[in-house]
């Protein structure tokens, strides 16, 4: 069973910054490679990790993943948090190091300030996985221009001269050889005009297969806190073009999973149909500040009601869904 530790280290690997509420915070940041000159060794980018006591506000990342990955409530994940961090403060309280597992080491110094040492052998750089340090031989090169110049000096070059006979043939070799280069570097330049035609073709489809693709966007909120308030600002045009659908758009209830965003009415529509179809209450809930139509699962009044339905829709049909609360 994964400790409190193993969870702040799993989140390590895709955020900058997680909250051990009550506790403080582990802040990532991102290093070069970087060479060290005077053993010639080479260390892969990675992330540094440090501890920042004064943040402190649970933010719901931290207990937001426990309550997933153990399939609880949130506020059990809240209430095992507090536990544990309890459990750290004694153990400082009695002048003890603390080990993080994969993370680092706490311990209070002379001047009772808590202290923190983090963990070298891990690197949280997803991009780095499998890249380990190494050391090389230095380069040495050899300068053949002085020992040629070396051997000039004690070895004089004789030339002897003779007479050159004419070989005519080579002129007209050489008039063939211009020849061929010319034709090739024309050859050459109607393959590169082809290459480059070819080229542009294939940049506008790939926009043109971006475009279609912004077209029906989905973005996914891992951390549902705090409240998301929203305003919406409709145009005329989006205003005939809602008034025209049969779909409803609710927005009486506060909390709404979430299946996806749709630049185009339309294809929000069809969505909302086919959610239906599944046994669904499917209906719109507006239009976020990107401009995107959004369509929810259903919507419920009350947080536990809703988290329970995301749980399970999250499992068994849409692993990107997520939760809005509209205030």
């Known amino acids: 069973m994964n400790t409190t530790a193993n969870y702040i280290g799993e989140l390590l690997y895709r955020y900058e910054c997680v909250i051990l509420p009550g506790f403080g915070a582990f802040l990532t940041r991102r290093q070069s490679a970087t060479i060290q000159e005077g053993t010639n060794t080479f260390y892969p980018p990675q992330k540094l990790i440090s501890f920042n006591s004064q943040l402190q506000n649970n ?146 489809k790939a926009n043109q297969e971006i475009e279609n693709r912004i077209q029906e966007a989905t973005f996914e909120i891992s951390n549902p806190l705090p409240a998301v308030n929203l305003s919406i600002v409709k145009d005329k045009a989006n205003t005939e073009s809602e008034s025209d659908s049969n779909i409803p758009t609710t927005v009486s209830k506060k909390f709404h999973v979430v299946a996806g965003a749709f630049r185009v009415l339309s294809n929000a529509n069809q969505k909302i149909q086919k959610l239906k179809k599944q046994g669904f209450e499917a209906h719109l809930i507006g239009v976020n500040k990107y401009g995107l139509h959004q369509v929810a699962y259903e919507s419920y009044e009350n947080r536990p009601e809703a988290l329970q339905a995301l749980t399970k829709i999250k499992e068994q049909e849409n692993s990107s869904a997520w939760l809005l609360i509209k205030e």
């Not at 080229?199 to 506008?204: A, I, P």
């Open 59 to 204: 933010d719901g990342l931290l207990a937001n993943y426990i309550a997933s990955a153990e399939k609880i409530s949130y506020t059990d994940a809240v209430a095992k948090i507090q536990r544990y961090v309890l459990s750290l403060q004694e153990k400082m309280a009695q002048g003890q190091r603390i080990e993080l597992s994969k993370i680092g080491t706490f311990y209070t110094s002379v001047e009772n300030t808590l202290q923190f040492e983090p963990l070298q052998e891990v690197n949280y750089l997803t991009e780095a996985f499998g890249l380990q340090s190494f050391a090389s031989p230095a380069i040495t090169r050899e300068v053949y221009k002085e020992e040629v110049e070396a051997i000039e000096e004690v070895t004089p070059l004789t030339f002897t001269p003779e007479k050159r006979r004419e070989r005519p043939y080579l002129q007209y070799a050489a008039a063939v050889a211009v020849i061929l280069g010319v034709g090739g570097f024309f050859g050459l330049k109607q393959v590169s005009d082809t290459n480059i035609s070819y080229n542009n073709k294939e940049w506008q």
